[in-house]
């Protein structure tokens, strides 16, 4: 296993078509998370999956955005209608998802989007 | 809400100098905090997590419940250690972080 992997690296699109992104988490860890990165500011947290059950989506989340993990282990994000707003890098990372915190998560190389 | 802070967007401090990357947190829980680091043209990656109390890299960072901070130290900085670092605070229930806008070192030879 050679850690999480996303697809594709990169993605152009323009304006008003839907994209969809695919991210390969660690074998056996439980959850998943998806952030998103914009030029000089942290990742910020999207959603998380524990197994295949999507138990938190971030305000940032609007309607345009679905995610899933069907059968808890690959997760996808779509994005509908693109907005160049919606440019940013789009980061992966998976836990083991034990209780107790403290969890490490290890991200994958994200996808970077650009929207036209 | 929680929130972290990490007031020097820029760092650069010569070889074999000590460096400190500020962390400043907001949390109403009890905090797990975290260090990232991302090497060029490579992936965000754990530094240093407050729990363990280790030391990677030569790096250290305490926490400080009353400052509410999360500084990370280097006594003697090396090139290697250019990179872009993120202070991280975990949700203790859920895993999700909240990241700072993050810190470039440079250190210069």
């Known amino acids: 296993d050679t850690g999480v992997s996303q697809n594709p690296r990169h993605k152009i699109t323009k304006r008003g078509q839907n994209v969809t992104f695919r991210c390969d988490p660690i074998?056996?860890?439980?959850?998943l998370y998806w952030y998103r990165q914009t030029l000089g500011q942290g990742p910020e947290f999207l959603t998380y999956?524990?197994?295949?059950?999507?138990?938190?989506k971030s305000r940032l989340l609007s309607d345009r955005f679905s995610a899933e993990r069907p059968k808890g282990s690959f997760s996808t994000l779509e994005i509908q209608r693109t907005e160049q707003g919606d440019s940013a890098m789009y980061l992966c990372?998976?836990?083991?998802?034990?209780?107790?915190?403290?969890?490490?998560?290890?991200f994958g190389p994200g996808t970077r989007l650009l929207v036209l | 809400a929680q929130r972290v802070t990490q007031p020097e967007k820029l760092l650069s401090v010569f070889k074999g100098a000590p460096v400190e990357l500020k962390c400043n947190y907001s949390?109403?829980?009890?905090?797990?905090l975290f260090w990232y680091v991302q090497y060029s043209r490579q992936r965000l990656q754990l530094l240093l997590r407050?729990?363990s109390r280790e030391s990677i890299k030569g790096f250290t960072a305490d926490l400080n419940k009353g400052e509410t901070s999360f500084h990370l130290k280097k006594p003697f900085a090396q090139e290697e250690d250019s990179a872009m670092y993120y202070c991280?605070?975990?949700?203790?229930?859920?895993?999700?972080?909240?990241f700072g806008d993050g810190t470039t070192l440079t250190v210069k030879p």
């Open positions: 407050h729990i």
């Open positions: 074998s056996e860890h439980n959850r």
């Open positions: 990372a998976s836990s083991r998802g034990l209780s107790g915190g403290q969890e490490t998560q290890y």
């Open positions: 991280a605070l975990q949700d203790t229930n859920a895993g999700k972080s909240t």
């Open positions: 999956f524990q197994n295949e059950a999507q138990l938190e």
């Open positions: 949390y109403s829980g009890s905090p797990e």
